[in-house]
């Protein structure tokens, strides 16, 4: 992987709701959506334990694609064959509801309400008491999590399916409010931005989608097509092609100000499906060269980089603070120094793992691809 060391004209911006980074997470007891924020910026506020210890494991014995979400301190996920299982903080089953349908998705909560999209093609609604709100069928499959915008002034649904269109549905009832059709499928979760929904598909083209006009703001067409989501964080945009290219968008009122490859594939035939995480100052990045490189987002300098122990895989990382979860496909969980990425804990779960690290106050979960979930914190 060649990172080019050119200046980027991105200075350090504020967080998604208009605040510091710190504002973005509470550090409480809930992880509600994929990467954590609706940026999908992969940053916690929440501070690690200095000597993580293993609290307790359950093993599921299902396979799953899924990452982990927590909902007032509960950790809920979905198997592939659509089992959603509930486990508490002492790692007790406490929720179980069968979809009995093929899930590749991680599960959105809000108000109490898991959204889940499915293989079959429909996101469903699913009240935490065990019942089912409403479905929404698209045409294709359903293999991001959803997240949740402003489409005219209503709390908008916003999910993408591979029938190559991008649904916003009324949050409460499942109304379609409105789609917009991309080139081919589309396979990452959308970041939001206030009321713009950030939209890579795999016809290469990165969509800004504006909800309160309901038209396409503006778009971008990468080197590649985009099987990952993008990342927000204030007025940057990083997004990833699957070759392993990575972008640095600047945005100003829902447009495209100007955009800067930051990273270079090593080859054409790299597979790269990771999203970047973003602390205030540096880039986060998982490679296929099995490097996580921090690189400086004023700059575009390579701070650092650290060795992974496996190959990198689905897994993005997540920044803590003043610290760095990332996890190797062959199972290997790293705790590493955000500031100059020296190994600070290690931990081999022994099974492979494509999820994302979720992460509550003093507590982070790692979900395996064999559905068993590790929790760490203090002893």
């Not at 349908?101 to 898991?114: F, G, K, Q, R, Y």
């Not at 985009?226 to 964080?233: N, W």
């Not at 969980?333 to 022994?350: K, M, N, Q, Y």
Request: aromatic share 12%.
């Amino acid at each position: 992987m060649k990172i080019l060391v050119a200046t980027l004209m991105i200075g350090l911006l504020i967080g998604c709701g208009g605040g510091s980074k710190g504002d973005q997470t509470s550090g409480g007891s809930s992880w509600t959506l994929f990467r954590g924020d609706a940026g999908l910026s992969g940053y916690s506020d929440t501070r690690l334990p200095d000597k993580p210890a293993l609290l307790w494991t359950y093993k599921s014995g299902e396979r799953t694609l899924s990452s982990p979400l927590i909902y007032q301190g509960t950790a809920y996920w979905s198997d592939r064959r659509g089992r959603i299982y509930g486990i508490d903080a002492t790692g007790q089953m406490t929720f179980d509801y069968d979809f009995a349908t093929a899930v590749e998705a991680t599960p959105m909560i809000s108000d109490s309400v898991l959204y889940l999209g499915r293989i079959d093609g429909f996101i469903s609604a699913l009240s935490l008491k065990g019942d089912l709100l409403w479905s929404f069928e698209t045409m294709g499959q359903i293999s991001a999590s959803p997240n949740i915008g402003l489409y005219r002034g209503r709390d908008a649904l916003v999910v993408g399916s591979y029938d190559n269109f991008l649904y916003c549905l009324d949050k409460n009832s499942g109304e379609e409010l409105s789609r917009f059709e991309s080139g081919y499928y589309i396979n990452g979760a959308v970041a939001v931005q206030k009321n713009f929904f950030f939209s890579g598909g795999c016809d290469a083209w990165l969509r800004i989608l504006d909800g309160e006009t309901g038209r396409v703001s503006d778009s971008i067409m990468l080197d590649t097509y985009i099987p990952a989501s993008p990342a927000i964080d204030g007025n940057s945009c990083y997004i990833a092609d699957h070759s392993g290219n990575v972008y640095a968008i600047e945005l100003e009122a829902g447009k495209i100000r100007s955009s800067r490859k930051i990273v270079e594939a090593s080859s054409e035939s790299a597979s790269f499906v990771s999203v970047p995480a973003i602390s205030a100052s540096t880039l986060y990045i998982l490679s296929d060269d099995r490097y996580l490189y921090a690189v400086n987002r004023k700059t575009g300098s390579v701070s650092w980089k650290f060795l992974q122990k496996g190959i990198s895989g689905e897994s993005s990382p997540l920044v803590c603070r003043d610290k760095l979860i990332c996890c190797s496909k062959s199972g290997v969980v790293s705790i590493v120094d955000a500031r100059d990425g020296s190994l600070l804990w290690e931990f081999d779960t022994g099974e492979p793992i494509v999820a994302s690290p979720a992460v509550v106050a003093g507590r982070f979960y790692i979900l395996t691809a064999k559905g068993t979930l590790f929790c760490f914190g203090t002893s």
